[in-house]
């Protein structure tokens, strides 16, 4: 993908990627964005990838627990992850949460 064309978000595919947790994804050759409607009470079990990955919560508030370490998040909370670092996490409250994972996710393509 262009990194030079405007992408609207609302014509973009929303796909449940899991229970609870329906995304729309922007690729470059770099970066995947993945922008996250999520449930409240919606859980995020506990995996690793070999993506960096960092987590804005856009509105709401979200419980992420990264290595064993919980985080509660609220809008505006930015939280880098690590590659290969095992998290799991769960909406308090419904939440809009904006993720980078670099490399890409070829999986959300």
Known sequence: MSTT???DLA???EREV???FRGRFVHTDRTTLAFWEIDEGAELPEHRHPH????HV???SFELVVSGEPHRLGAGSVLP?????PHSG???TAC????????????YR
Do not use: N
């Open 5 to 7: 064309v405007p992408v």
């Open 90 to 92: 769960r909406a308090i």
């Open 58 to 60: 856009l509105e709401g």
């Open 81 to 85: 992850i690590p590659s290969q670092a």
């Open 96 to 107: 809009r949460i904006l993720d980078v994972f670099s490399p890409p996710r070829d999986d």
């Open 11 to 13: 014509q973009l595919e």
């Open 18 to 20: 899991m229970p609870g």
């Open 52 to 55: 960096e990955q960092t987590a």
